[in-house]
């Protein structure tokens, strides 16, 4: 059973930047394909980004050059990069991770964070 813990929400003005970050508690974090996802109120939770195993990484239309994912398998954590922020990103963002192959659908994530609050102010 893995656990995964966010951490570095916040509220920034449009323009600014956050960077997330992810610690995960397994043991053969490298094993993981580790995934952002955002849930915004009312809507429903949207892929992000992800990397794979081997650092291969791909990212939603909508943050494609603003925001980067990275992973560090020595100290089991993902991170998040985020960019020329805008009120859109406002949401709650998750951290989640899956075995086996690369995919970006939240269905096929099986761990979830517990989510950090991202607050965009225009």
């Known amino acids: 059973q893995m656990q995964l813990v966010e951490s570095g929400g916040g509220t920034v003005q449009a323009g600014g930047s956050l960077r997330l970050s992810c610690a995960s508690s397994?043991?053969?974090?490298?094993?993981?394909?580790m995934g952002w996802f955002r849930q915004a109120p009312g809507k429903e939770r949207e892929f992000v980004a992800a990397?794979?195993?081997?650092?291969?990484?791909v990212y939603a239309d909508s943050v494609k050059g603003r925001f980067t994912i990275s992973r560090d398998n020595f100290k089991n954590t993902v991170s998040l990069q985020m960019n020329s922020l805008k009120p859109e990103d406002t949401a709650d963002y998750y951290c989640?991770?899956?075995?086996?192959?690369?995919?970006?659908?939240?269905?096929?994530?099986?761990?979830w964070g517990q989510g950090t609050q991202v607050t965009v102010s225009s």
């Open positions: 397994a043991t053969t974090f490298s094993k993981y394909v």
């Open positions: 990397i794979s195993q081997i650092s291969n990484t």
């Open positions: 989640a991770a899956k075995e086996g192959i690369f995919v970006t659908s939240p269905s096929r994530y099986v761990y």
